[in-house]
């Protein structure tokens, strides 16, 4: 099976690699811009194919994917920090967008047939009622930032291209996942980051933080993963899943969970570079639909994930 995965030096792509090398007959195939790290993947470089391309450029797409002529595609490539979004609207919108079509449009020209995965978001379902949740794929779509809109043109066309060509798609709506290799800018890591650097007394024992009142609804991205590829063995096309833990967490709760796990005494200081024009209040999924069709379930413990990328943080300082 010829897999190609966008994004691949990615957080999320690195871990979907180390799945799918425990898979037998599992051929990898990642489309790498010229200029991206390569620090997720190099533990596994020498066993995946590597190719230089970009989602933004339907030249680099189209020849790529006339090459690698794929049976599986994970779209995993986004530009996918939230507060960024604000400040960077049209390179957001532009980069998971026109990314995507791209994608899309070449599979579509070339007349090939792959199983293809969309990774959305959770925050695509952005202002969320209290009798909403938690969150089925039916609650209606409201994003609260321009990431959020991007995840949900994402999702739509993922959709239209599965009703006007038949294209074999399947969607996922992730919920915050996070673990070893999270960017440092990523709420666990930005923590986990500052407190291994106060351990090291590196900074003054000071934690900067943004809004703590949030509720996110935390999978360890090995789970995620999981279930990503599950989508696509089990997964009906043209479908929607969300993949959730179904339990929800204040931010300020993780942040203690960190500090309880590391020991130090720190002041916890606002920042408001921190702070988003609108950020979404609460975010717990519904995954039954999901769950019954591919028999996922999260297994890695919260705690467990927050020790390890703790730990993942003291190796790099
Ligand atoms: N990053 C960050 N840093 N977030 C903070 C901080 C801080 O110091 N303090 C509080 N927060 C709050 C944010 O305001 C937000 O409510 C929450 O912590 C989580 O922030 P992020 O980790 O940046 O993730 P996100 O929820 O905005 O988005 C992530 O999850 C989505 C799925 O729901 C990303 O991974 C997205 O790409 C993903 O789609």
């Known amino acids: 099976m010829r897999v190609l995965?966008?994004?691949?030096?990615?957080?999320a792509g690195s871990h979907l690699c180390d799945l799918l090398l425990t898979k037998e007959d599992v051929e990898i195939f990642g489309v790498k811009r010229?200029?991206?790290?390569?620090?997720?993947?190099e533990h596994l470089q020498s066993k995946i194919t590597l190719l230089e391309g970009d989602i933004r450029?339907?030249?680099s797409m189209r020849e790529i994917?006339?090459?690698v002529r794929p049976d599986r595609i994970f779209h995993l490539a986004a530009q996918s920090f939230v507060l960024t979004s604000w400040k960077l609207p049209m390179e957001v919108?532009?980069?998971?967008?026109?990314?995507?079509?791209?994608?899309l449009e070449g599979v579509r020209s070339l007349g090939l047939d792959p199983l293809i995965h969309i990774a959305g978001s959770s925050e695509e379902y952005g202002l969320?009622?209290?009798e909403d949740l938690p969150l089925k794929e039916e609650t209606p779509l409201r994003p609260l930032s321009p990431y959020g809109v991007s995840k949900v043109v994402q999702d739509l066309l993922g959709f239209q291209y599965f009703k006007s060509y038949g294209m074999r798609i399947i969607r996922t709506r992730g919920f915050n996942h996070t673990g070893p290799r999270r960017g440092s800018v990523f709420v666990t890591s930005d923590f986990a980051h500052q407190i291994s650097l106060i351990e090291k007394k590196r900074i003054k024992p000071v934690i900067r933080v943004g809004n703590l009142e949030a509720v996110r609804d935390f999978t360890d991205v090995r789970d995620m993963m999981r279930g990503y590829w599950l989508a696509l063995e089990k997964g009906e096309p043209g479908e929607v899943y969300n993949i959730a833990s179904g339990k929800g967490i204040k931010i300020r709760e993780v942040l203690d969970c960190l500090l309880k796990l590391s020991?130090?005494?720190?002041k916890?200081?606002?920042?408001?570079?921190?702070m988003r024009p609108s950020d979404v209040p609460i975010l717990i999924g519904d995954s039954h639909k999901f769950r019954e069709k591919s028999g996922w379930r999260p297994e890695i413990p919260f705690e467990k994930t927050l020790r390890d990328i703790l730990d993942y943080w003291r190796e790099r300082i």
């Open 5 to 11: 995965i966008t994004g691949v030096t990615g957080f």
């Open 128 to 130: 969320v009622q209290p």
């Open 263 to 266: 020991g130090v005494e720190v």
């Open 93 to 103: 919108l532009e980069t998971n967008i026109m990314g995507q079509l791209n994608l």
């Open 34 to 41: 010229w200029r991206s790290q390569t620090e997720n993947i």
């Open 268 to 274: 916890i200081e606002e920042d408001p570079e921190k």
């Open 65 to 67: 994917l006339k090459k």
């Open 57 to 59: 450029d339907s030249t």
